[in-house]
């Protein structure tokens, strides 16, 4: 057990309770109505690193605001630079909570919160594995800039933007990010690969008002019917995209990768019950594991039209919309996914209603190199902490900035998150495993020793 | 102008006032909350009933109760039963009302309430018409039974047994009802047939919560897309019902019956614009009166799944929901077409998720014999009221029990209604004609007389 392991371990308490102070705030940052929760996150996590010894700064943007903490005090040494983002998912529906979002609880071994694993429990324990090096030894032995955005959920809209204009401050000869999961308890994990996102409201207008189903139906155009036939046209028999030249730009993966992927002891079996699925299905001629990994989607996010209470109400909806998001992987792009999709609408949106389509959001998908001594410092830490060599994994989720801080600041990015299968992240009841959290905090500590003896 | 006209035209303001006193009570009989209104709706239509001299009692049911005035003055003349409903369509959505759903208010000669004309409006009229005989002659020259019901618009669930435990007390020679359009105003019309309905909601459940559509999405299937394959399997690229067996029992309609409808002066461009919608659309090979009047339908009432709020929520939802309701015509029976729905829905659902299928309501479609002492009255009286022959139409919604009435009483069932095409009968704004309220008493008024003349 090192200093640093032993300074976590004595300030566990102190620091569970920070974490819990933090997951109380609900920084939703999809709801207008919660933007100064999201500000009062950004403002508790300045005051969390100041704490620390970190230069700690907030960044407005014209939507939430970005938090800047900043280490420098290893001149000559490299730089490292840790994102994560403090903003969270909106917690509805919020009946199926066993116990309120927004108050963290401890059952087995799990801290269940909204945005206790995605992503203020894995961006926390950064924090405080930067304060054990500071703490016990008053220094870091390589510069660090924490980088955390309050936008992720709702597709990072001011973070590419930020890093353009800040690429010079914030240069760093790698990323670190945690905000994912790993492959299985015990089994620490790198990520390799994220898909991106290209996500759209479509809204099909047909008649001014709701009509009487009885006295129009028949000879006006249902805006429900044709929405649901412009969903169907998404997909053939077999799972694939049919949307014309959807999968033009994916790039095939090896078959070395695709057999890696195979080996990995993943049991279909258990995915499938932890979903609660009846079945697990997907597209035709791909494992469970390559569907989520390696291959792009069209998923509906969201249904309304007309009328959805209690009883039978006979009416002709006057409007319907679905909230679609595709899962992309490389090299398609988010702008090219858009090009093609509202050229299929178009082109499937039957006569008598209008249709349009917008853009929510976006993101690019991603594969890693992994090679070098920031991925060799990562597999050293997770062993030491974890107790085995870590897996190389895919992530089915998208983190949109990965793809730009390589671009833009020309770095490597390390992905080694703490999360775990089945831990609700976007759903209600999400959790952390606490163990990982701990073991989390202590991996990333010695990640910096590590890095340093390289 | 009649002694009859006189009187109501003298109390022209009261039984607008008493008019409005009903429209006020939200008798919404979809909505449990509402269960209060809607008793206080019976009651207050009993009252109405008693002041003008019927014997006035109320029926409770299962459901909400049956409204019945009797007054039997006449030994030995025949007995006709009115029927009509009391309660109402919920409102939703309030803010598309341009003054609130139960407060009436006139502009530009009509009266906007939810009820207004569907059927509180045209059920209320029949009682002023005959407090018009009561108050004038001190008779009427029939026996007269009012049948109103507070569970139309959710199905009629109560009455057709309430029919047939009581027929020897609702013993009639025929059954008059006012709950449908006239063709066009000024044009008073009587309705010759009407379509059936079968409703159906069908839910559709994959995960048990809610999943991120990125850690899971690709390999789960969704059931909003689940969903919507299911509701473009119900019509085929023509506008046909692509159910099996759908159009089997579909009685086609004559060529001259056909003709008829061809020849009634109806403007397609302005039912366009009416509605709204960018153009009309519908099954191939019918014009709109047809595939409204003559064509059964089925279509989405509703949908709901995932996400529907502001933003983006990159959810794989855990459950998709539809409301669908089919539009029958004879014969279709509502029990065959839930047998076919519950056949096809199981058969085109897709593995990976479990659908169901919940019979919400259904009625059966109706078509009359025009001839006989019954419609000869009715034409009579709608030329004194309107000043013009009425036509013969059909009408797209349903009435369920006007079938049951005829079987179970073995009478002939008149329909002539005083709405208009626009009404927004189930929509925001509705209403009715403040000519028509007047015109429809006065004509119902006269009706009495010519029939007691034949």
């Not at 800047?68 to 000559?76: D, F, K, T």
């Not at 319907?320 to 996914?337: F, G, N, W, Y």
């Amino acid at each position: 057990m090192t200093d640093l392991d032993q300074y976590l371990d004595q300030h566990d308490r102190r620091i569970h309770d920070e974490l819990f102070d933090l997951l109380r705030i609900p920084s939703v940052s999809a709801r207008s109505e919660h933007a100064a929760d999201v500000r009062r996150t950004a403002e508790w996590l300045r005051d969390s690193l100041a704490k620390i010894g970190f230069d700690a700064s907030i960044h407005p943007t014209s939507g939430h605001p970005i938090v800047l903490g900043e280490w420098r005090g290893a001149p000559g040494a490299p730089t490292i630079l840790i994102y994560g983002h403090y903003d969270v998912q909106p917690a509805e529906p919020l009946e199926l909570w066993e116990s309120p979002p927004f108050e963290p609880t401890i059952r087995n071994g799990r801290i269940y919160a909204r945005g206790a694993t995605d992503d203020k429990g894995q961006l926390f324990l950064h924090v405080k594995a930067l304060e054990a090096h500071l703490a016990v030894r008053g220094k870091l032995p390589v510069n660090v800039i924490v980088l955390a955005e309050g936008e992720e959920e709702v597709g990072s809209e001011n973070l590419e933007r930020f890093v353009e204009e800040n690429a010079k401050r914030l240069a760093a000869s790698a990323v670190v990010i945690s905000d994912s999961s790993m492959f299985a308890p015990g089994q620490p994990s790198i990520v390799s690969s994220l898909r991106g996102l290209a996500y759209f409201q479509i809204n099909v207008t047909g008649p001014t008002v709701d009509l009487h189903s009885g006295s129009y139906g028949g000879a006006v155009v249902n805006p429900a019917t044709a929405l649901a036939r412009i969903i169907a046209s998404f997909h053939d028999e077999n799972g694939h995209i049919a949307i014309p030249g959807f999968y033009d730009t994916v790039r095939d993966w090896s078959d070395s990768a695709r057999e890696a992927i195979r080996r990995l002891p993943f049991d279909e079996g258990v995915f499938q019950r932890q979903t609660g699925a009846p079945a697990l299905g997907g597209e035709k001629g791909y494992s469970t594991l390559e569907r989520i990994w390696t291959r792009p989607t069209c998923e509906v996010n969201g249904l309304l039209s007309g009328y959805t209470g209690e009883g039978a109400k006979t009416v002709l909806p006057s409007k319907a919309m679905a909230k679609v998001s595709c899962r992309l992987v490389p090299d398609q792009q988010p702008e090219e996914i858009e090009r093609l999709m509202r050229a299929h609408v178009t082109r499937v949106a039957p006569k008598g209603v209008t249709v349009t389509v917008e853009n929510l959001s976006g993101g690019r998908p991603w594969r890693a190199e992994l090679d070098g001594p920031l991925f060799d410092a990562a597999r050293r830490s997770l062993k030491a902490a974890f107790g085995r060599e870590p897996v190389i994994v895919g992530e089915g989720g998208s983190i949109p900035v990965v793809g730009d801080f390589q671009r833009i600041l020309g770095t490597p990015v390390l992905l080694m998150g703490f999360g775990l299968p089945g831990e609700n992240a976007h759903a209600p009841n999400e959790w952390i495993s606490d163990e990982n959290f701990v073991k989390g905090a202590k991996a990333v500590a010695s990640f910096w020793d590590e890095l340093a003896a390289n």
